[in-house]
């Protein structure tokens, strides 16, 4: 996956299914989710053919003034994108680093190829 490649819904569907944990709202109980991926939030160009892809992102440092930033020293990244799991019952979100999985669907694409040369390889 290039850091051109997005995230599209299957992946990040993907990427949570091979996680361990169960997914139940913490707030209300319910297992039903939507996930928004920058392919929910895609905008055609006007002939139609070109999208351009929107990442939900949460902005970053909020300092306007260079003097205020005593007050801030904590929160100075420029953003930070994420991709979002919602309750459909009481729209609690879960938020999950974007390049972070990326980083993860990436590793397991790399690791099930090299799996699949090795099951080759001893076929053969």
């Known amino acids: ?4 490649k997005i995230i ?13 944990g169960n997914h139940v709202c913490p707030i209300c109980g319910h297992d039903e ?9 895609a905008i055609k160009s006007e002939d139609g053919k070109n999208k ?3 990442v939900p992102t949460l902005p970053g440092s909020p300092r306007i003034d260079p ?5 801030n020293q904590l929160y100075q990244s420029p ?11 009481c729209a609690y979100m879960n938020l999950f680093n974007y390049q972070k999985v ?14 699949e040369s090795r099951n080759e390889s001893t076929e053969g």
């Open 1 to 4: 996956m290039s850091d051109k």
């Open 8 to 20: 599209k819904f299957n992946d990040f569907s993907s990427y949570l299914n091979r996680q361990s």
């Open 33 to 41: 989710w939507d996930l928004h991926t920058a392919e929910n939030a």
């Open 52 to 54: 351009k892809y929107i």
């Open 67 to 71: 003097l205020d930033a005593p007050l």
């Open 79 to 89: 953003a930070l994108n994420i991709l979002i799991m919602t309750c459909n019952n």
């Open 102 to 115: 990326k980083e993860k669907l990436e590793q397991h694409s790399e690791d099930k190829g090299n799996t």
